[in-house]
Nanobody, 127 residues
Framework: QVQLVESGGGLVQAGGSLRVNCAAI????????VGWFRQAPGKEREIVAA????????YYADSVKGRFTIGRSNAENTVHLQMNSLEPEDTAVYYC????????????????????WGQGTQVTVSS
């Protein structure tokens, strides 16, 4: 089992920035591909960004390209999502998810591909 804990959510005005972090408890997160998902009220959970186990490949949803950046800190055993130029439409609960794939250069944008999920952190962007 991999226990994931998100942190860093909060309230920000439109145009502002937030950084959310995903930490693994008692596991080395660099051994896993990680995805960030979000779920707004009344909507399906959707992919935001993903990073492969070896950090060689990343994925971004079209809605966040150019504004969000996913990255790892192996020293801190975390994966972060830096969110800039936030918009009210970015308001959601943000979840990190992790899984191991046969190819360390693999990531996935599919919810079902991930085995482990955090509890989520709320991000609210006011207009």
């Amino acid at each position: 089992q991999v226990q994931l804990v998100e942190s860093g959510g909060g309230l920000v005005q439109a145009g502002g920035s937030l950084r959310v972090n995903c930490a693994a408890i008692a596991r080395t997160l660099r051994n896993y591909a990680v995805g960030w998902f979000r779920q707004a009220p009344g909507k399906e959970r959707e992919i935001v960004a993903a990073i492969s186990q070896n950090s060689g490949r990343t994925y971004y949803a079209d809605s966040v390209k150019g504004r969000f950046t996913i990255g790892r800190s192996n020293a801190e055993n975390t994966v972060h999502l830096q969110m800039n130029s936030l918009e009210p439409e970015d308001t959601a609960v943000y979840y990190c998810a992790a899984s191991q794939f046969n190819n360390p250069d693999t990531y996935s944008d599919l919810r079902g591909a991930y085995d482990y999920w955090g509890q989520g952190t709320q991000v609210t962007v006011s207009s």
